[in-house]
């Protein structure tokens, strides 16, 4: 069973950078598609970037230019960068999981897609 748990959430002031990690057990990065989701105060739960097979990457428009999905292979790690944060980045930020091709039959960006979360991590954003 995969386990992911999510670290490096924080409070951070409005043009500020943050990184958020995803460690992951139980199955290695390679054969799984990584997600990350987030859920701000009055909205539902949207995605926010994600990694499938081969690297292949998904950002969310709101997000594009502003945030980066890597991972570091010998740590089992995913990871996010968010830069010039803005308040509405502000909420609860979830990694999921799912075998690889999971990302290639459904829309990585959708919450549906993966059946393992972490229990996430607070981002808030001030001015």
């Known amino acids: 069973q995969v386990r992911l748990v999510e670290s490096g959430g924080d409070s951070e002031q409005v043009g500020g950078n943050l990184t958020l990690s995803c460690a992951v057990s139980g199955d290695t990065l390679d054969r799984l598609c990584i997600g990350w989701f987030r859920q701000s105060p009055g909205k539902e739960r949207e995605g926010v970037a994600a990694m499938g097979l081969y690297g292949k990457k998904t950002y969310a428009d709101f997000l594009m230019g502003r945030s980066t999905i890597f991972q570091m292979s010998r740590k089992n790690t995913m990871y996010l960068q968010m830069k010039n944060l803005k308040p509405e980045d502000t909420g609860v930020y979830y990694c999921?999981?799912?075998?690889?091709?999971?990302?290639?039959?459904?829309?990585?960006?959708?919450?549906?897609?993966?059946?393992?979360w972490g229990q996430g991590t607070q981002v808030t954003v001030t001015s």
């Open positions: 999921a999981a799912n075998s690889g091709g999971a990302c290639f039959r459904s829309g990585p960006l959708i919450s549906s897609t993966y059946n393992s």
